[in-house]
């Protein structure tokens, strides 16, 4: 891990309310996957090149269309008022500020609006609602505000049991709860049972999601190469590789392990990203080496949250992508593109 982000790490846990810092820092059931993800990127070794001219490191990419100055991007991650009192418009801010692309949760604590108003490029993340019609306000309402993408999220057909802070969003004060998704449920219907996410979504969903929102979806949460490509099959524009942080199914697979398969399958016909434990621009290396065209962040970007707002979200964003663009230039290519799966030794 980074030391910035070691330390950062230490003042969440240090400064945090312990119900809001337990809500972060958890995984699921044993937290085994939560545990084994940063070790998996670190267990890949490199086969840097000599002499070629590499020249400058630049990081500007684009990502299904969307221009952004590095492939380090902002994961959706829930309740953002818990680390910080402005919120996911902080987040928005800070990573304005680093040219980097935010997805947005559904689960976000300040209105879609003034996050929109904030942000530099941004998507949206939805899961599939009871009452559809829920999320499908929603959906329509970030195509307006100028998302340029639906993240849907396909690993929590159920939220888990959490191995910590399990009181810990009943904890929280009634006006963060719902605060975008409430609006978006229909007059009449019970808000509490309509944003429960539905263990009946399919891959059905993906292609009406797309016309509604007239966006390119992406799917999170794919950790196989058959999954992928019946994903992609189904309308989906886009793949993040995830195990959810180690929060939903314990015992998933590793991502930096599920990866190469991903990227295999998928053959690219569609851009994948990556998530789980990536603390280091030497973890994007690998990533980007593999086949990803972005990584997400979760928890880092958050412990920047909660330590000093937007500057602290652009500090997270901005210290991966230097440390990406050192490892870039050590290494003896001028950009991600330069980068291919052969640069990578198999596991140790
Ligand atoms: C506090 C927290 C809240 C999260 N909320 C969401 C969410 O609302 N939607 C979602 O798709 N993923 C959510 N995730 C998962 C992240 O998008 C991401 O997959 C994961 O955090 C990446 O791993 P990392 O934290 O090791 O970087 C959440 C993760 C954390 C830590």
Known sequence: MLPLLRDLAERAERDLDPRWHDYLDTGAGEEISLHEAEAAWQAYRLR??????????????????????????????????????????????????????????????????????????????????????????????????????????????????????????????????????????????????????????????????????????????????????????????????????????DRAIATAVALPEVVTAVGGQAPVLVDGGIRSGMDALVALALGADAVLLGRPVVWGLAAAGAAGVQTVLDGVTSDLRESLALFGVASPGGLDADDVTGRR
């Open 48 to 249: 840097p090149r000599v002499l070629r001219a590499a020249g400058e490191v630049g990081t500007a990419a684009r990502i299904l269309g969307t221009r952004v100055e590095t492939p380090v991007a902002v994961a959706p991650t829930a309740y953002h008022r818990m680390f910080h009192e402005a919120g996911e418009v902080a987040t928005a801010a800070g990573a304005a500020a680093a040219g980097a692309l935010m997805i947005v949760s559904t689960r976000a604590t300040m209105p879609l609006a003034d996050i929109a108003a904030a942000a530099g490029p941004w998507w949206l993340q939805v899961y599939l609602t009871r009452e559809r019609a829920a999320i499908e306000n929603l959906v329509t309402a970030a195509a307006e505000l100028g998302a340029s993408a639906i993240v849907l999220t396909g690993d929590t057909p159920i939220v888990s049991t959490r191995s910590r802070g399990r009181g810990s969003v009943a904890a929280m004060p009634p006006e963060w709860h719902l605060t975008n998704l409430g609006r978006a449920v229909p007059e009449g219907v019970d808000p509490v049972w309509a944003v429960d996410a539905d263990p009946a979504a399919s891959l059905d969903d993906i292609q009406r999601l797309a016309e509604l929102s007239g966006l390119p979806v992406l799917v999170k949460g794919v950790l196989r190469g058959d999954d992928a490509l019946a994903c992609l099959d189904a309308g989906a524009a886009g793949i993040v590789v995830s195990n959810h942080g180690g929060r939903q199914l």
